[in-house]
């Protein structure tokens, strides 16, 4: 995106077991320098000998990222 002059608006993370800490504590901090306005993080996790996942998503506000929380249908609102 450099090239172009613009950053992405939105980044989708699929976290990978291998670098977990990098995807989790570190690409966000990134994210922000870069001027992404919202992010979310998908985390794949083995439970029970299943995939379970987890969602969690950021929105960027003051400055800071904070949780975008879901409404009753699991939703993130806008």
Sequence with gaps: MAEEGVSPFFVLEIV???YRDAD???KP???RR??????VIV???L????IAYTLR???MMG???MRMEPDAQGRSAA
């Design 24 to 26: 989790v504590s570190k």
């Design 29 to 31: 901090k990134i994210y």
């Design 43 to 45: 985390d794949p996790r």
């Design 16 to 18: 990978s077991p291998r």
């Design 57 to 59: 998503g950021y929105r």
């Design 34 to 39: 870069a001027g992404v306005s919202e992010y």
């Design 47 to 50: 439970r029970d000998n299943k």
């Design 63 to 65: 400055g800071k990222y």
